[in-house]
């Protein structure tokens, strides 16, 4: 038996439960609406600025000095995983349990409202980030993305959700409590169950937690940022030790006139037209192929920022300019095809029967509309047979693709020169 | 005494459930051999983008959309002397999308198999030219990363015995010697004279083997395998230590232990010291490193069952190698103690206890476990237990003993020397 029900906590977090009663697990996921991209905060009419890194540093802090010691030994002595993500938008924390799942609940839930980290506890979690940081240095595509919002926005900054060792030098007490008091309000947070569980006890275990908690209610605004549709600049490079060259083409599409719902399909819509571009059966890909301008597949992708749609197509490549020039005259000329429309949508309705085969895919999907588009709702298959050629033929044809800059990362020839 | 003798039959295994896809697979049973490197990569590249029908990627591509098809994958298992070569489909359930042609999925799948792209008795030359460009610039590429490069380098120190290391980074020369003639020839070998084994895992009723039947002769008959899958490397006489500075910016320690006198039987207490050092957050070897003494962000433990290896693999900062191996070392000692390894044995069987309750969540992990049981590739969660459960702790400590430090490997990076006031 599968059910969904949503609804808001009195003075609390939203709360949205999956029940499919043919699990043999349950899983959680608190949601806090801090991330990356928080870098300025205004309270009592004054500005402060957020560190680089603070939200995945309290992610750290939380997990690893909770009230029960570390919370990742605590629950897996239980046999229950558990996690903590960082990401641009939002700090989540997740469990996934068998047996016990009401208590694993009310520590999840705890671990994020009732906190006493002390300062000897911020200096130790910054000795793991830094480790941390030197893994994620030697992460090509991450300096990659760095220089994509360098060239596409001017207000928007890259969310340096690990920050940089200096960043994570300076936090002291006084900046994680003040973050802390902020963002992790209850109202600021989103809690999905999703898996076997009984919804009145859930419900009940909710509600019961949370009015334990007598947090103060702080009003806060965060900056709005104004942000052109031009890109700031057309291009841009990094030098790595890679074997071929990498060049990507960045497209900044203004959203902020659509409804949510018009976000969601328009989603949809140019994921079908991408794959139409350039999958491995497409026409661009092919002629790259056999003129030997690439030899691997291009990757694209769509990501919402803000209110913008960013489309990224890339690959490695050594003839930067033909690349260039291909995939660009492909984006601005629109084509589309009813019949490749017509196979898209069928792949859609496929992904979304498949779906039901794993708890994860079938959560994962819902929580992405529910934070990425704010439309609190399941995909279904006839969402998917509702859309016409038609509209995306239109919907297609009114974007913009004249805002695009271009990213390359190059290779460093051995000898220390740059080659590119 | 490492040769075994597994019973498998030809007529078609069906795994029925109640999933939305259904999947195929054809596995072809072999004897591995060294030239056989390149071209099994070649094969796999070959075959899933062109066929005899679809000469080229964008025609295999669109028609492969199409159908419908959710994916095809050419897999090589290699362990020691024997080569498994496994196709699988994943299509859709027709009983779930309504007027699903499967037959037709599964025509494409044979021919996927059966006729590739040949031109007389070789391989399409256009094609055989892209995939060994695009698979040369691929295995260059792909060790241009700080785990490749440094795994790559530790495998040579390592094995002595070239069971680990005999890959195709240290057989380049295979790459340019390869040609489409050769190709066809090992192809002919691997699947034209050669029978798989059928397997069909989803909502599935008898007339799966009728439609399996019109496409592929299958007799009914059992098929004795003989299979040698282990190849154990014994300890040098005194460990091995090398440092080695890199360009990257994270410095990695691999720590490796190899074991006296290893048979076959040791296998379960190699998985079970594997386990017990490195099972999630709860594991010794998280909770010693990182938890207790936050020497390191990320640790793991695996053990490679050929050549009965076990490694411990270490993120750290340059100045905790000496500390780092020295902790690795007591633990190891520490499971000496017979209540300690008590102890832990009981926390690891706990753990599998609930792997076995998820893994009837997750459709891959069911299968992986049935074609493990089948080919004897290794223990499933469920044998795991009933070994765990009846395992002598003294026979479990001889085998500890046994476990000795072969080779430390410290691939040392720079951003410890950039960030001396860390």
Same mark, same amino acid.
């Given at each position: 038996?599968?059910?969904?029900?949503?609804?808001?906590?009195?003075?609390?977090?939203?709360?949205?439960?999956?029940?499919?009663?043919?699990?043999?697990?349950?899983?959680?996921?608190?949601?806090?609406?801090?991330?990356?991209?928080?870098?300025?905060?205004?309270?009592?009419?004054?500005?402060?600025?957020?560190c680089d890194g603070m939200a995945h540093f309290i992610e750290h802090l939380l997990i690893e000095n909770s009230k029960y010691g570390n919370a990742l030994v605590m629950f897996n002595k239980e046999n229950t995983n558990m996690n903590g993500y960082t990401s641009r938008d939002v700090t989540e924390y997740f469990i996934?349990?068998?047996?016990?799942?009401?208590?694993?609940?009310?520590?999840?839930?705890?671990?994020?409202?009732?906190?006493?980290?002390?300062?000897?506890?911020?200096?130790?979690?910054?000795?793991?980030?830094?480790?941390?940081?030197?893994?994620?240095?030697?992460?090509?595509?991450?300096?990659?993305?760095?220089?994509?919002?360098?060239?596409?926005?001017?207000?928007?900054?890259?969310?340096?959700?690990?920050?940089?060792?200096?960043?994570?030098?300076?936090?002291?007490?006084?900046?994680?409590?003040?973050?802390?008091?902020?963002?992790?309000?209850?109202?600021?947070?989103?809690?999905?169950?999703?898996?076997?569980?009984?919804?009145?006890?859930?419900?009940?275990?909710?509600?019961?937690?949370?009015?334990?908690?007598?947090?103060?209610?702080?009003?806060?605004?965060?900056?709005?940022?104004?942000?052109?549709?031009?890109?700031?600049?057309?291009?841009k490079c990094i030098f790595k030790n890679i074997h071929l060259d990498y060049v990507r083409l960045n497209y900044k599409i203004n959203i902020k006139n659509l409804s949510n719902e018009e976000r969601l399909k328009l989603d949809f819509y140019l994921e079908y037209f991408l794959s139409f571009l350039f999958d491995s059966?497409?026409?661009?890909?092919?002629?790259?192929?056999?003129?030997?301008?690439?030899?691997?597949?291009?990757?694209?992708?769509?990501?919402?920022?803000?209110?913008?749609?960013?489309?990224?197509?890339?690959?490695?490549?050594?003839?930067?300019?033909?690349?260039?020039?291909?995939?660009?005259?492909?984006?601005?000329?629109?084509?589309?095809?009813?019949?490749?429309?017509?196979?898209?949508?069928?792949?859609?309705?496929?992904?979304?029967?498949?779906?039901?085969?794993?708890?994860?895919?079938?959560?994962?999907?819902?929580?992405?509309?529910?934070?990425?588009?704010?439309?609190?709702?399941?995909?279904?298959?006839?969402?998917?047979?509702?859309?016409?050629?038609?509209?995306?033929?239109?919907?297609?044809?009114?974007?913009?693709?004249?805002?695009?800059?271009?990213?390359?990362?190059?290779?460093?020839?051995?000898?220390?020169?740059?080659?590119? | 005494?490492?040769?075994?003798?597994?019973?498998?039959?030809?007529? #078609?295994?069906? =795994? %029925? @459930?109640?999933?939305?896809?259904?999947? /195929?697979? $054809?596995?072809?049973?072999?004897? !591995? +051999?060294?030239?056989?490197?390149?071209?099994?990569?070649?094969?796999?590249?070959?075959?899933?983008?062109?066929?005899?029908?679809?000469?080229?990627?964008?025609?295999?591509?669109?028609?492969?959309?199409?159908?419908?098809?959710?994916?095809?994958?050419?897999?090589?298992?290699?362990?020691?002397?024997?080569?498994?070569?496994?196709?699988?489909?994943?299509?859709?359930? #027709?009983?779930? =999308? %309504? @007027?699903?042609?499967?037959?037709?999925? /599964?025509? $494409?799948?044979?021919?996927?198999? !059966? +006729?590739?792209?040949?031109?007389?008795?070789?391989?399409?030359?256009?094609?055989?030219?892209?995939?060994?460009?695009?698979?040369?610039?691929?295995?260059?590429?792909?060790?241009?990363?700080?785990?490749?490069?440094?795994?790559?380098?530790?495998?040579?120190?390592?094995?002595?015995?070239?069971?680990?290391?005999?890959?195709?980074?240290?057989?380049?020369?295979?790459?340019?010697?390869?040609?489409?003639?050769?190709?066809?020839?090992?192809?002919?070998?691997?699947?034209?004279?050669?029978?798989?084994?059928?397997?069909?895992?989803?909502?599935?009723?008898?007339?799966?083997?009728?439609?399996?039947?019109?496409?592929?002769?299958?007799?009914?008959?059992?098929?004795?395998?003989?299979?040698?899958?282990?190849?154990?490397?014994?300890?040098?006489?005194?460990?091995?230590?090398?440092?080695?500075?890199?360009?990257?910016?994270?410095?990695?320690?691999?720590?490796?232990?190899?074991?006296?006198?290893?048979?076959?039987?040791?296998?379960?207490?190699?998985?079970?010291?594997?386990?017990?050092?490195?099972?999630?957050?709860?594991?010794?070897?998280?909770?010693?490193?990182?938890?207790?003494?936050?020497?390191?962000?990320?640790?793991?433990?695996?053990?490679?069952?050929?050549?009965?290896?076990?490694?411990?693999?270490?993120?750290?900062?340059?100045?905790?190698?000496?500390?780092?191996?020295?902790?690795?070392?007591?633990?190891?000692?520490?499971?000496?103690?017979?209540?300690?390894?008590?102890?832990?044995?009981?926390?690891?069987?706990?753990?599998?206890?609930?792997?076995?309750?998820?893994?009837?969540?997750?459709?891959?992990?069911?299968?992986?476990?049935?074609?493990?049981?089948?080919?004897?590739?290794?223990?499933?969660?469920?044998?795991?237990?009933?070994?765990?459960?009846?395992?002598?702790?003294?026979?479990?400590?001889?085998?500890?003993?046994?476990?000795?430090?072969?080779?430390?490997?410290?691939?040392?990076?720079?951003?410890?020397?950039?960030?001396?006031?860390?």
């Amino acid at each position: 038996m599968k059910k969904i029900k949503i609804y808001k906590l009195n003075s609390g977090p939203k709360v949205v439960l999956y029940q499919d009663t043919s699990r043999h697990c349950a899983l959680a996921s608190l949601f806090v609406m801090f991330g990356g991209k928080n870098k300025e905060v205004i309270v009592n009419n004054k500005c402060y600025s957020i560190c680089d890194g603070m939200a995945h540093f309290i992610e750290h802090l939380l997990i690893e000095n909770s009230k029960y010691g570390n919370a990742l030994v605590m629950f897996n002595k239980e046999n229950t995983n558990m996690n903590g993500y960082t990401s641009r938008d939002v700090t989540e924390y997740f469990i996934d349990s068998i047996n016990n799942f009401k208590s694993d609940l009310e520590k999840l839930i705890n671990i994020v409202n009732n906190v006493n980290f002390s300062i000897n506890d911020i200096e130790e979690t910054k000795k793991a980030i830094i480790k941390e940081k030197m893994m994620s240095k030697d992460s090509n595509f991450r300096d990659l993305e760095k220089i994509d919002y360098e060239c596409l926005f001017k207000n928007i900054k890259y969310p340096n959700i690990l920050g940089e060792v200096a960043d994570i030098k300076t936090i002291n007490y006084d900046m994680v409590k003040f973050c802390y008091d902020i963002f992790y309000q209850i109202q600021n947070q989103m809690l999905i169950v999703s898996g076997n569980f009984k919804i009145r006890e859930i419900e009940k275990i909710i509600k019961d937690v949370y009015s334990n908690f007598d947090k103060k209610i702080i009003e806060y605004n965060i900056p709005k940022i104004v942000e052109n549709n031009s890109v700031l600049l057309k291009e841009k490079c990094i030098f790595k030790n890679i074997h071929l060259d990498y060049v990507r083409l960045n497209y900044k599409i203004n959203i902020k006139n659509l409804s949510n719902e018009e976000r969601l399909k328009l989603d949809f819509y140019l994921e079908y037209f991408l794959s139409f571009l350039f999958d491995s059966a497409s026409k661009v890909y092919n002629y790259l192929v056999s003129s030997k301008i690439c030899l691997y597949d291009i990757d694209y992708s769509c990501s919402k920022i803000d209110d913008f749609f960013v489309l990224k197509i890339g690959t490695y490549t050594n003839n930067h300019d033909k690349f260039i020039t291909i995939i660009n005259d492909a984006m601005r000329k629109k084509n589309v095809n009813r019949k490749d429309f017509e196979r898209r949508k069928r792949k859609s309705i496929i992904n979304i029967i498949m779906r039901e085969d794993s708890l994860f895919n079938t959560v994962n999907p819902f929580i992405e509309n529910i934070i990425k588009f704010n439309c609190d709702r399941i995909d279904k298959v006839e969402d998917i047979q509702k859309q016409s050629f038609a509209d995306y033929k239109r919907s297609i044809l009114n974007l913009d693709f004249s805002n695009m800059s271009v990213t390359k990362m190059l290779q460093i020839k051995n000898n220390g020169d740059f080659n590119g | 005494m490492n040769k075994e003798l597994i019973t498998l039959k030809r007529e #078609p295994y069906i =795994i %029925k @459930n109640k999933y939305s896809t259904i999947d /195929f697979f $054809f596995i072809f049973p072999a004897l !591995y +051999k060294k030239e056989y490197m390149f071209y099994l990569l070649l094969l796999k590249q070959i075959l899933l983008n062109s066929s005899f029908l679809y000469k080229n990627e964008k025609l295999y591509k669109r028609k492969w959309e199409d159908l419908m098809i959710i994916s095809e994958s050419l897999t090589n298992k290699i362990l020691n002397n024997n080569l498994y070569l496994e196709f699988r489909l994943t299509v859709p359930n #027709p009983k779930v =999308i %309504k @007027n699903y042609d499967l037959e037709r999925a /599964f025509s $494409f799948f044979i021919n996927t198999i !059966y +006729k590739p792209n040949i031109v007389g008795n070789k391989f399409n030359k256009k094609v055989f030219e892209r995939e060994r460009t695009f698979l040369k610039e691929d295995i260059l590429m792909s060790l241009k990363n700080v785990y490749s490069e440094s795994y790559q380098k530790f495998l040579n120190l390592v094995d002595d015995k070239g069971i680990l290391k005999d890959n195709i980074y240290n057989n380049l020369d295979l790459i340019k010697n390869a040609n489409e003639y050769e190709l066809y020839d090992v192809y002919n070998e691997l699947i034209i004279n050669n029978k798989p084994i059928i397997m069909v895992y989803g909502d599935v009723d008898k007339s799966i083997v009728s439609l399996i039947k019109k496409y592929v002769n299958i007799k009914n008959e059992k098929v004795k395998l003989n299979i040698d899958y282990y190849n154990f490397l014994f300890p040098r006489e005194k460990c091995k230590y090398v440092i080695e500075n890199s360009k990257y910016n994270q410095s990695i320690l691999y720590v490796a232990y190899k074991v006296k006198k290893m048979n076959n039987n040791d296998l379960i207490y190699l998985n079970l010291i594997k386990n017990i050092l490195g099972i999630g957050a709860e594991s010794l070897i998280f909770k010693t490193l990182r938890v207790d003494s936050g020497l390191v962000y990320s640790c793991s433990t695996w053990c490679d069952s050929i050549s009965g290896l076990l490694v411990i693999e270490t993120y750290i900062n340059n100045n905790s190698s000496d500390i780092v191996l020295d902790k690795i070392k007591n633990l190891i000692d520490m499971l000496k103690n017979k209540e300690i390894l008590r102890k832990e044995i009981y926390r690891v069987l706990e753990s599998l206890k609930y792997s076995v309750i998820r893994k009837k969540d997750n459709k891959n992990k069911k299968l992986d476990d049935f074609i493990k049981y089948k080919f004897k590739f290794g223990f499933t969660i469920e044998k795991l237990i009933e070994k765990y459960s009846n395992l002598d702790l003294d026979l479990t400590i001889d085998f500890i003993n046994r476990l000795v430090l072969d080779t430390v490997y410290f691939y040392k990076g720079d951003f410890n020397e950039k960030n001396k006031n860390i």
